[in-house]
């Protein structure tokens, strides 16, 4: 089993930044990718960016440009850096663990993080 728990949320002005963290309860360095994902009121959960083992990110296209994921094994933390914030990107904000073992796929989510982008 994994614990994630985000953190770093909260209200921020349009154009400020926000940095989110996730804490893993234990190494994640098995872990094939980490993820963040958002759920804005009424609309569905939506990727917005991925990191894998081997370091490679990928990004849904309203973000490219202003966040970045990274990922640090050695402290089981995964960080999403938000820049040039938009009122669009108000939503919680999860984080997800995927991990690949004996050809079964196990996903883990965290509790998620309020982000509010607001004047």
């Known amino acids: 089993q994994l614990q994630l728990v985000e953190s770093g949320g909260g209200l921020v002005q349009p154009g400020g930044s926000l940095r989110l963290s996730c804490a893993a309860s234990?190494?994640?360095?098995?872990?094939?990718?980490m993820g963040w994902y958002r759920q804005a009121p009424g609309k569905e959960r939506e990727l917005v960016a991925t990191?894998?083992?081997?370091?490679?990110?990928n990004y849904v296209g309203s973000v490219k440009g202003r966040f970045t994921i990274s990922r640090d094994n050695a402290e089981n933390m995964v960080h999403l850096q938000m820049n040039s914030l938009k009122p669009e990107d108000t939503a919680v904000y999860y984080c997800?663990?995927?991990?690949?073992?004996?050809?079964?796929?196990?996903?883990?989510w965290g509790q998620g993080t309020q982000v509010t982008v607001s004047s």
């Open positions: 234990r190494s994640i360095s098995s872990f094939d990718a």
């Open positions: 997800k663990a995927i991990q690949t073992k004996q050809s079964m796929i196990y996903a883990y």
């Open positions: 990191i894998i083992n081997g370091g490679i990110t």
